[in-house]
């Protein structure tokens, strides 16, 4: 909520949109133990993150992704869009990019850049 000059309380409602893009493209390079404890999957050194819409394009994400490089698809949610890989950092990495790369080129996927911390 947003409070205005004059006191009152002005809601701001956000909506999502569906369109084709990648929103969130990140690698956890070194996860504290917990992170993999919460998600109940092995810690394998990195995790990466995806969301994405149509949410079910996290079937085709989590697809690429083990097809592109060394990770396990710890989690995936075509409800929401999720798709959570585990692997080696180098892995998870490639992993992220190559899905970033095909969903922009070969399905003109709006996407963003794969971050890291």
């Known amino acids: 909520m947003v409070k205005l000059l004059d006191d009152t309380v002005k ?13 969130l493209a990140h690698v956890i390079a070194s996860p504290i133990e917990e992170i993999y ?12 993150i995806l969301t994405i819409s149509p949410f079910e394009t996290a079937i085709i994400a989590a697809d690429i992704a083990g097809k ?9 949610d075509r409800f929401t869009g999720s798709v959570l890989i585990s692997g080696d950092v180098q892995s998870v990495e490639e992993s992220l990019q190559t899905v970033v790369n095909v969903l922009k ?13």
């Open 11 to 23: 809601r701001v409602i956000e909506e999502s949109v569906p369109g084709k893009q990648v929103t």
């Open 37 to 48: 404890d919460s998600l109940g999957i092995e810690n394998e050194g990195a995790i990466g």
């Open 68 to 76: 592109s490089a060394d990770v396990q698809v710890g989690f995936l």
């Open 105 to 117: 080129q070969t399905l003109n996927y709006e996407v963003v850049k794969v971050t890291r911390t």
